[in-house]
């Protein structure tokens, strides 16, 4: 009997016809990232689960229900539910907060969370995110939301609304937690199991809840902007100055904590609203606390992350445009025994110089091969039989015009394929309004 095993819930696949527009993203997100001074970093997929436990926060929804935590003979390891903790971990254990500041990283990586599958929920979902660490001047601040914004701007993704928002310090929460307390106190009875246990622990959190009766409540809760301290404010005073002076509008939003335990003074959110429910594309902040929870040094650092999968929905929503997908520039077709002996030679000439070329490796006679290149969408064929080799020349055919030009089978075959397929690009290039180059 057949298996039949299907992937897990919540667990996507990419096939090779829809990767270009994973492509598009990684390159537009790494791109802009370098152009700000951003390395790449990669981390591994696992890491120790007191990380997160300590980095995370023991109180936020992510640690509680949605980590894959497996026991590994005596050691629990976690699959990563983000992609902050293990980026600073490495940043510490390989020394690079002792070399020039800010440090600036950024990644593309796998997440892992329990949570119930839905449109823009996985369990297993990708994030492309950057850390800065070493600043805490608002100027940090407002470089990051710049360069998510001019992410967001290159992927021409529209209607995307940047929301900020101030935390605080540990300073002005202790204030805040006591009128968060009292407030919330007083509908103790409405709220649900999870927020009793966060009034005590975490009353911020309650902020967060997505159970309705607990978000409706929280709608009319005290908000954090009325206690931030004098530096906190400050803070929060220049970012906006900053974001005027680069034009990047913002709505402030006092709703929006995080579902982080790590975030301190500036979060921030880019949410829409045409993808249902889980419309933030991109999730960041500061925090300044972090690298001292796991090292004892004060470094003050921030970052933001945005789900690929969510942007690709909207991307789909709003048909952008993706970056080319690559398809076969030259098939070559044999017919007979010493015609493949010469097309496999042509072929590894062309192949050298960059070029995708495919031939026969399904023994097919000369009509399969030709119904195959048209399958895939050749972009040029040449035949080549007996009478061709005995001329020393052969038909190379644009599949799309039907044009026929010579083309000589000896070493002149690939700079003779190379003029013709540069012309036909110059062409095609010419007819395009926005042509995205590969
Ligand atoms: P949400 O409130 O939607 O659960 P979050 O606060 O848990 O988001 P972060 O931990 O800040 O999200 O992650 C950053 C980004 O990663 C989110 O803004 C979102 O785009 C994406 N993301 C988070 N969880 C998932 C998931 N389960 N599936 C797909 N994308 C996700
Ligand atoms: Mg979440």
């Given at each position: 009997m ?6 897990p ?5 990419v ?9 598009t993203?990684?390159k ?7 152009s700000?001074?951003?390395g ?27 980590m ?8 629990k390891?976690?699959?990563r ?19 020039a500041l800010?440090?600036?990283?950024y ?13 823009g929920?996985l ?13 805490d ?8 939301i ?8 290159r ?8 929301l ?9 929460r202790a204030?805040y937690h ?6 919330f ?11 009793h246990?966060?009034l ?12 309705p009766e ?9 908000i954090?902007?009325?206690y931030?301290?004098?530096e ?20 402030i ?8 335990d790590?975030?301190?003074?500036t ?6 609203t ?7 594309v991109c ?6 606390g972090?690298i ?15 789900g690929?999968?969510?942007?690709l ?10 970056l080319?997908?690559?398809?076969c ?12 002996t010469?097309?496999?030679k ?7 110089y ?5 031939y026969?490796v399904?023994?097919?006679g000369i ?5 195959y ?13 007996d ?5 020393g ?10 044009e ?13 394929f ?6 036909k ?14």
């Amino acid at each position: 009997m057949a298996l039949n095993i299907k992937r897990p819930n919540g667990t996507e696949d990419v096939i090779p016809r829809d990767v270009h527009k994973w492509h598009t993203i990684e390159k537009i997100a790494r791109e802009t990232a370098e152009s700000y001074g951003f390395g790449e970093i990669r981390v591994p997929t696992f890491e120790n689960t007191d990380l997160y436990l300590r980095s995370v926060g023991e109180t936020t929804d992510v640690v509680q229900k949605e980590m894959y935590t497996v026991m590994a003979k005596e050691t629990k390891f976690t699959l990563r539910p983000e992609g902050t903790a293990g980026v600073i971990r490495a940043l510490l254990q390989n020394g690079l907060l002792n070399e020039a500041l800010p440090q600036r990283v950024y990644y593309t990586l796998s997440c892992f969370r329990h949570e119930r599958p839905q449109a823009g929920r996985l369990r297993e979902f990708h994030q492309f995110g950057l850390e800065m660490a070493g600043s805490d001047s608002p100027a940090a601040d407002a470089e990051i939301i710049s360069l998510a914004s001019t992410i967001l701007r290159r992927l021409e993704i529209k209607n995307v609304k940047l929301l900020i928002n101030s935390i605080g310090c540990p300073t002005c929460r202790a204030e805040y937690h006591k009128a968060l307390r009292e407030y919330f106190g007083a509908h103790k009875d409405k709220l649900c199991g999870t927020c009793h246990e966060r009034l005590e622990k975490n009353p911020m959190r309650l902020l967060d809840c997505k159970v309705p009766e607990c978000h409706e409540i929280g709608k009319d809760a005290p908000i954090i902007l009325d206690y931030l301290c004098d530096e906190c404010r400050d803070h929060f005073e220049k970012l906006k100055l900053y974001l005027d002076t680069l034009e990047i509008e913002y709505s402030i939003d006092p709703r929006i904590v995080r579902g982080l335990d790590y975030y301190t003074k500036t979060v921030f959110e880019f949410v829409t609203t045409e993808i249902g429910a889980q419309g933030t594309v991109c999730g960041g902040g500061r925090y300044d606390g972090l690298i001292e929870e796991l090292s004892g040094h004060h470094v003050p650092a921030l970052g933001f992350a945005m789900g690929i999968e969510r942007l690709l929905l909207v991307m789909e929503k709003q048909g952008c445009d993706y970056l080319t997908p690559r398809r076969c520039e030259l098939y070559l077709a044999a017919m007979g025994d010493e015609a493949y002996t010469v097309c496999l030679k042509l072929a590894k000439q062309v192949r050298e110089y960059g070029y995708y070329a495919e031939y026969d490796v399904m023994d097919r006679g000369i009509k399969a091969q030709m119904k195959y290149a048209n399958k895939i969408g050749a972009a040029f064929t040449v035949v080549i039989g007996d009478n061709e080799i005995s001329e020393g020349k052969a038909k190379l055919k644009d599949m799309e015009s039907g044009e026929e030009h010579d083309i000589p089978l000896n070493d002149k075959f690939l700079g003779t394929f190379d003029s013709y397929y540069v012309d036909k690009i110059m062409n095609v290039f010419d007819d395009m309004e926005n042509p995205i180059p590969l």
